[in-house]
């Protein structure tokens, strides 16, 4: 198990678990891991991203690693650029949909992918033992890198019908939640002729506006600008822009699941017999869809990095997560919240239907999730005490407990946060709602006891 790595990336509370020297020595087992530079540096909008990022270059170049910053600019952003530049890997400074006062570090390795759980344990390992370069023969140097939000932009472009959403002059209404897509989202948007209408533009690590996370909850001003300008549709960004949440025609905001089911549609009608990778707690759709365009789902454990990795060796065309995390693997294999608004706009471009429309089209399903807050002890007593209750379930990743095809609760620590989150799926509304109830119930009573 790894120690420092979780779900996705290294994170925690900066200046608290999160320390400058822990900062430095983690960078120099990551150097160490990537052998050569350049290294491309990016962070998102957080206040202390650009101190932490003088450290990571100083820590590289004291190990003879030449690295080059980008300054601001989404995840996805710096992942696609450290491809398509030629970098040998990539940092990137962020803690994605976590509060203000937390922060972390994400490695991408040379192919554009955040780095495999295999090779996270390399870098933990070097970082435990202190086996990192020692005395280089020369030290390394830092630079610009002034190309990546350019050439990000340029690969989203040539992946879809340009020239058609252009003609379609879409009205766009982008929620940017003070995070890092705001220096290329709204351009993206202007080079496609769309009408934008900005909400939280301004980057601001403190996220004042709704939060670093976007959630049906905190989008209430996504729906009400939809509703008022009567746009096309609305997105939200997560922190470091690599998440989207979808808002329809009619201001409704769409779970992550309705959203990647109905660009899986898009794209599979395109690319049939192809194979679609995403975790064990999205709705059991996924399958439904998949069959209609003769094509082969592959479930992972929760986390975009799980996704991700599996892509790359078994050439999946999509992956996506319940989080609003799309992948589409002409691209990138990561999540991308910028090329998942190209896909939405060519579906709309291409489907002559609205959103609301094509979502309504779709195999009905009811899914939901909650969090609880879980101390780290409590949850291995909680496992244990559901895996003894249900003793047929899935424990590949936390527990999921099964009822039927159309039926089910899963139940995992978050790896990122003090919390356990529970999913559930169910045939009607009503049904979902009683399971939530007896199952957040029953998770109480048991961290309780």
Known sequence: MAKFFGTNGIRGVFSEDFTLEFIHDMTLAIGTYFKKGPVLIGYDGRDSSPVICKVIRSALNSIGIDCNVAGIVPTPCLEFAVKKLGYSGGIMITASHNPPQYNGIKPAASDGVEISREDELIIEDIYLQKTWIKNPKNYGS????????????KGIISQVDSKLIESKQFKVVLDLGNGAQAVSAPDFCKSLQCKTFLVNQKIDGTFPGRGSEPTPQNLSELSETVIKNNADVGIAFDGDGDRSIFCDNKGNILTGDKSALVLTRHILKKNPN???????????????LAKEFESKVIRTKVGSVEVSRKMVPTDALIGFEENGGFMYGKHNQVRDGCMTLALMLELLATSNQTLYENINSLPTSFTTKDKISC????????????????????????????IDAKNWVMIRPSGTEPIVRVYAESESQEKLDDLMSEYIKKVNSIISR
Do not use: M, Q
């Open 142 to 153: 830092t630079g610009k890198e002034e190309r990546t939000i350019d050439v990000y932009l």
């Open 274 to 288: 192809s194979l679609v990778v995403t975790c064990l707690n999205s709705g059991s759709n996924t399958e439904i």
């Open 375 to 402: 101390t780290p002890e409590n949850v291995s007593k909680l496992i244990s005490s559901l895996k003894k209750e249900f003793t047929d379930s899935d424990t590949t990743d936390g527990i999921k407990i099964t």
